[in-house]
């Protein structure tokens, strides 16, 4: 059973930064594409970013691209979220999540396991 488990949520001000970590148990890392979701109060799910397994292959939302860096470590099973120059907007809980395949995906009808979230709250 493959569990995802996030860390490193928190408060932080504007213009400030958060490092978000996810650790992936019960299965073989190297065989998923990871990423990380975010649902804000009274708004629905959304995309935020995605590693191939190999880590060359990222994708990210336009909201976030240019202030979000999304790694992996395969020989840690682990995946980080850098997020710098956060705005109020960015304040969200944040899940992590996994698909088996090589690519990472933008859609959440796709995604095969979510970890349990991580509340990011940026205070203006």
């Known amino acids: 059973q493959v569990q995802l488990v996030e860390s490193g949520g928190g408060l932080v001000q504007a213009g400030g930064s958060l490092r978000l970590s996810c650790v992936l148990s019960?299965?073989?890392?190297?065989?998923?594409?990871t990423g990380w979701f975010r649902e804000a109060p009274g708004k629905e799910r959304e995309f935020v970013a995605g590693?191939?397994?190999?880590?060359?292959?990222?994708i990210y939302a336009d909201s976030v691209r240019g202030r979000f860096t999304v790694s992996r470590d395969n020989a840690r099973n682990t995946m980080a979220l850098q997020m710098n120059s956060l705005s109020p907007d960015d304040t969200a809980v944040y899940y992590c999540?996994?698909?088996?395949?090589?690519?990472?995906?933008?859609?959440?009808?796709?995604?095969?396991?979510w970890g349990q979230g991580t509340q990011v709250t940026v205070s203006s």
């Open positions: 019960g299965g073989h890392f190297s065989m998923y594409s």
């Open positions: 999540t996994a698909e088996a395949g090589p690519n990472p995906v933008y859609y959440s009808t796709l995604i095969d396991y």
């Open positions: 590693i191939g397994t190999s880590g060359t292959n990222t």
